[in-house]
């Protein structure tokens, strides 16, 4: 919905900024979608007469012109428009203007000519996105008159209008609204409407359920032209095209009250008019040259022998309003919004007659604004029209009341107002109180506010005249201690942020499968199918499967992270689990390392340890994985790593190593996840000790490490194993021993570590290790 500013201005006095208008149309619930500001208020810009025109004597492509500008003295003025003529009337733009993209016009030479200013195209003026040289004016122009007096300023409103407040689709309602939030007075047109007479002759009802109302009058002698400038440039602001007086009229009228009227050319209509409901095989040729086909439930307004509008939609081509046109039929109607809205669905036509009428029209409007436009009528295209309206129905009830109980209205808002508090926004909104006794009021209500059927509406219009912000916040409850659900959610979350950090990306799959094989698994009753005859056991098989397809889309590499529950046939039959599954390269291509390497199962433990530090894995057996490791966390076993075994890895497509882990997120909510913060950079060097051991050959790097981490050795940094020796054969090692090599860092966030301080550190850890695992040094 469009709103000129000055238009509203004509029903209101209001005078503050357009933001100032937009934040109050905001507040009182509409929604200002955007402001747009046409027309050319450039000071110093006027409207000049080209007295005579002469080549550049230096540029082929300039002329040098000689204008009037009104001021009694010629001025010349330098042009590369070539589109004028020798008494156009252009506009100019006078040293000291300021034009769009803070262009300042001053006196300055144009290859050794001067020039007095500039003559302006419509792009140069804001007037037009694109032109092709000057703006020639109409030869009517007054010279020297300033350009703002040809294309004044005007402010357009796009208004995002809800589905409940038809009454705001016009200016006359948009003012209302306006009155009623500053309390400015409103000004609506004076209007006088005419007798009315039913003539079944002249109008009748065949169908009232469609059509409770409808009325018509008779103008006669009437000449049909163009509009008044003024009515152009106010309809075309609005987006609509003038097409002649009569029928600009009613877009006006349209526009200003709200309620769509149309115009039938009374020579081209046979007989009365009916409102029907259209007959089998019966077709319509609209204002917008189309012929549809009708069904029977369109609601047509026609003749004696064809439709000649539909109901609330569109009016026909055949009795359109032409220049030829003498005599007019006024239609002004009321129409079932559901049937028009039926109906305008139904045959894909979209107009600003049926967007008003499928929301609902104002009843005690209809016959206000039929008297409008033939007061309009009779100004701009002359005629007489007829003392009477004709009638045919009745209009639905156009007043009704409804209660209002004063406690209760202070007990829904929050805030103690005071009986006449709660009064003053309902009268400023043109509600009129009847009665009131015992706490209580009654309230009429205007017909144009059809929403307000109940007491809880009179309340919420208080409170949004009031203003919601004058309702104190307060605590309505005390806050709830943090439980085992919170943590659990918490953890849940931290995952999701910590796994799309290092580059996974959260799938979500189907929670029904095919029955596994094996028993540990719950079966549906009423399956949909087999493929989703069971609750899944684990989420790694929605996730394969998730794999796949990517891979065959195209996809060179694939990480994937699902957090969901799975169902056991067990004694906890419903788990939550976060499973991950990776497959392809380790790293992006790079032209620096063609030879990329392949994720394995350690990348994947790298992964676990940065949801969960300290986290334990041992070798494990999972009929899932050729290769598989048990993750214990605090020492209980949250769940499993594993890489795929080849043949199941083809089976998915997959040309590289396909590595998963499956864990319980209660475990990880009850040990501590990793908190990522900023962590500083050293400020002094690390020292690094190489340590060959020989140990245990079943015995797993994990244990190690435990054992150094549970040292608790201030100054050690960093572990990290980087060679591995195995001899089945025994000859250079025992075949149930190997040889691992490890680095220790050492560093101190205070001072520059000694070597006696390093060495000592390091004696301690061995002594450590062979203490508690007999591991024996190659020194």
């Known amino acids: 919905m469009k709103i000129s500013l000055s238009w509203l201005k004509e029903f209101v006095p209001y005078a503050g900024t357009v933001a100032e208008l937009d934040a109050l149309l905001t507040r009182a619930g509409l929604e200002v979608a955007s402001a747009e500001t046409r027309g050319a208020d450039f000071p110093q810009v006027v409207v000049a007469q080209i007295l005579e025109s002469n080549p550049h004597p230096n540029a082929d492509r300039l002329s040098v012109c000689r204008v009037d500008d009104g001021s009694g003295t010629p001025r010349q003025i330098v042009c590369g428009a070539k589109n004028y003529q020798v008494g156009d009337r252009v506009p100019l733009a006078l040293p000291g203007a300021v034009l769009p993209g803070d262009f300042r016009i001053k006196v300055g030479k144009l290859r050794g000519v001067e020039s007095e200013g500039m003559l302006c195209s419509a792009k140069e003026l804001g007037l037009a996105e694109d032109a092709q040289g000057l703006l020639i004016l109409p030869a009517t122009s007054p010279v020297g008159a300033p350009i703002s007096a040809l294309f004044p300023p005007e402010t357009i409103l796009e208004i995002e ?125 609209a204002l917008d040259g189309r012929e549809y086909a009708l069904r029977e439930s369109d609601l047509v307004i026609a003749d004696a022998t064809r439709p000649m509008a539909l109901a609330g939609v569109m009016g026909g081509e055949d009795s359109g309003v032409t220049e030829a046109t003498v005599d007019i039929l006024l239609e002004s109607a009321y129409f079932d919004a559901p049937g028009v809205r039926a109906t305008a669905r139904g045959l894909e036509i979209s107009t600003d007659s049926s967007y008003r009428f499928e929301r609902g029209v104002n009843p005690a409007g209809v016959l206000p604004a039929a008297a409008r436009a033939a007061q309009l009528i009779l100004e701009l295209a002359g005629g007489t029209a007829e003392e009477t309206t004709v009638i045919a129905g009745a209009l639905p009830p156009v007043e009704w009341t409804v209660p209002l109980r004063y406690e209760r209205a202070r007990r829904l ?71 085992t659900a919170d943590a659990f959610y918490d953890a849940a979350l931290d995952v999701r942020h910590t796994l799309a950090a290092l580059g996974f990306s959260e799938a979500r799959t189907s929670t029904l499968v095919a029955k596994p094989a094996g028993d540990d698994f719950l079966a ?20 394969f499967g998730a794999v796949r397809r990517n891979l065959n889309l195209g996809a060179a590499s694939v990480r994937l992270f699902e957090v969901g529950r799975v169902f056991a046939n067990a004694e906890e039959e419903e788990l939550f689990y976060v499973a991950a599954v990776v497959t392809g390269h380790a790293a992006a291509r790079n032209w620096r390392d063609a030879e990329r390497g392949a994720v394995d199962l350690h990348d994947l433990c790298g992964v676990v340890e940065a949801l969960v530090p300290g986290a334990e894995f041992a070798r494990a057996f999972d009929a899932r994985f050729g290769l598989a490791l048990e993750v214990c966390i605090g020492g209980f076993i949250a769940g499993v790593i594993g890489q795929l075994a080849p043949a199941d890895a083809r089976a998915i497509d997959a040309r590289h190593p396909v590595v998963a882990f499956e864990l319980r997120v209660d475990a990880l909510a009850a040990s501590t996840l990793a908190t990522h913060g900023f962590v500083p950079p050293a400020k002094f060097p690390g020292t690094t000790r190489d340590i060959a051991a020989v140990l245990p050959r079943e015995l797993p790097w994990g244990e190690l490490r435990r054992v150094l981490r549970e040292a608790e050795e201030p100054l050690l940094a960093g572990v990290e194993p980087f060679d591995i020796f195995t001899d089945d054969s025994g000859a250079k090692l025992p075949a149930d021993r190997k040889s691992l090599a490890f680095s220790l860092t050492f560093r101190s966030p205070e001072r520059t570590l000694t070597t006696e301080e390093v060495n000592a550190a390091a004696d301690r850890l061995k002594s450590r290790l062979r203490e508690q695992l007999g591991i024996e040094f190659r020194e």
């Open 161 to 285: 209008i809800t589905s409940n407040r038809p009454d705001w689709l016009s200016h006359l309602g948009i003012a209302r609204e306006v009155s009623a939030n500053t309390g400015l007075p409103l000004a609506a047109p004076e209007i006088v409407s005419p007798g009315t007479r039913a003539d079944a002759a002249i109008a009748r009802i065949e169908d009232p359920a469609g059509c409770p109302f409808y009325s018509v009058r008779r103008i006669a002698g009437v000449k049909v032209g163009p509009s008044p400038e003024w009515l152009v440039r106010r309809l075309e602001s609005l987006g609509l095209r003038a097409i002649n007086n009569v029928v600009d009229v009613t877009n006006y009228v349209m526009m200003e009250l709200g309620q769509p009227l149309h115009a039938f050319d009374a020579a081209n209509v046979q007989g009365g008019l009916v409102a029907r409901r259209a007959r089998a095989g019966e077709a319509f040729l």
């Open 413 to 483: 808002l929050g805030i103690r107002l005071t009986d006449a508090d709660l009064d003053a926004p309902l009268t400023r909104l043109g509600l009129e109180r009847l009665s009131g006794h015992d706490g209580a009021s009654e309230w009429r209500i205007p017909a144009w506010r059809g929403d307000l059927t109940r007491e809880v509406d009179l309340i919420e219009e208080i409170i949004r005249l009031v203003g919601i912000e004058s309702v104190e916040g307060r605590v309505a409850a005390a806050p709830a201690p943090a439980s």
């Open 524 to 543: 549906l009753r009423n399956p949909l199918g087999e493929e989703q005859s069971a609750l899944r056991p684990s989420l790694l098989g929605g996730l």
